[in-house]
């Protein structure tokens, strides 16, 4: 329909006629596609808008994550628009539900889109794929500006090029023969309904542009390869082209994006003068590489930030560990938050140093986050929400009592444990297990360890009967509990505290006896160590 429409015009105009003949029409057609409040692609005087424009060809992963966080401390540093814009161009690789993932992903990590599909905003729609007739009418300019033409080759004739490219040894590129075919020539073919696509003229002498980060670029595209094909046969736009025009229609004032597309600026700014627009600031991110040096791909699965997130890690923790490899900020050290993130950030102190992704020190990030979230009140309520399901889940109708669950009780576990555990679900796996279910130990098992047993647990139990009310810490507990021991004549004090430890969580080792008793309070304790003693 779109190419239908394009013929339509070119067979009126002439595909030499000036672009005064597009005028018509131009505001009905576009519609939404233009922000509303000012001129199409009027930037807000010194206003900072970036964009992340991710494909939902799969889910979003780390390296994704990262170059959306950058674009987001980028707009927050400097009082701007962060935008999501969903590139869903190549119909043929989408898969489904990877939009909304993405957009998910975003709101769980704490950096939000001002403008999205979900969200909206003036500039929109958000998604490419509903932005068609934009991409239609800037092609239809570039045509009549003799910026972009016809191609009529046959995917067996290109694929004949390559092959023969290979053979001697050069690069494969198209060699811009439909460039040179008349209007007489195009119109018969249009006329035959020939398959075709349309591809952007290419002119040497290419102006060298200036990247915030790789800094001068003399690239010249037309001396390496040939007229890039701006609209597909299926009448979708490819990259090049709906990257342009977005970025211009949506006000998009600086462009932060991988490297890998630091090559294909220099044909982006073609693009941008043969619209008669100016381009904006480029900025282009080194990659993200696995420990190993190899590039991060969206076909390893374990990088997905939603198996992250299944699997317990902090929102914080990969922030802070994606950007603690990379540059960009005043200095690396784990432990960062969001805020800090923001403040810290400078263009200028990004690198063009590839960032080596370690994700063996991901576990101590998360360690490190997750103690800050026990630390805080706020944070710390969401936490024994999470914990309190995570033990329903886990233990169901094995849990000890309705103490188990009660919010006194998981908030007790959670400030006794913080700094030990790695991931908020470590507190259901088996050596936590005591904490959420009574251990039933054999008597015989206890007096193996010492004849005294019995006359231990009861001490200790007259101990927690009378123990004061208010906070006692682990080292007062222990000193108690030393004292004790010189009561007992043929039970060394470390037996001592197998025991206890045996009789109170079923298990030969985990926390300080002192930190297992204060974890279960009082009364739970009092309650395990009865039940060693009627029995």
Known sequence: MLLAVLRYQTRQLGPQAGASGLAVGWKAVLGSGLCSGSGAGERPENGVRVRFGPSPTGFLHLGGLRTALYNYVFAKKNGGSFILRIEDTDQNRLVPGAAENIEDVLEWAGIPPDESPRRGGSCGPYQQSE????YLKATETLVMKNAAYYCFCSPQRLEMLKKEALRMRQTPKYDNRCRHLTSKQIEERLAQGCPHVIRFRLEEGAEPFEDLVYGLN????????????IIKADGFPTYHLANVVDDHHMKISH??????WLASTAKHVLMYRAFGWDPPAFAHLPLL??????????????LFIHNFSRNGFLPEALLDIVTNCGSGFSGNRPGRILEELVSEFAVTRITTHSALLDLDKLPEFNRIHLLR????????HQLVTELQALVKKEYRNKLMDGEALHTDYVERVLLHRKGHITLL????SPAYSYLWIRPSVPREQLLNLSEEGEKICSMVLRLFQTWPNGSVTPTELNSELRALQTQFIGTKYSVMMKLLRLALSGQQQGPSVAEMMLSLGPKEVCQRLQQVIIH
Do not use: F, H, Y
């Open 131 to 134: 932005r068609l007739d934009l």
């Open 373 to 380: 979230r026990i630390e805080s009140a706020s944070s710390r």
């Open 255 to 260: 462009v932060l994006r991988g490297t890998e």
């Open 425 to 428: 679900r470590d507190l259901v």
């Open 218 to 229: 003399r690239m010249d595209p037309a001396s390496v390869e040939g007229d890039p094909v």
């Open 289 to 302: 590489l696995n420990k190993d040096g190899s590039k991060l791909s969206k076909r390893q699965g374990d």
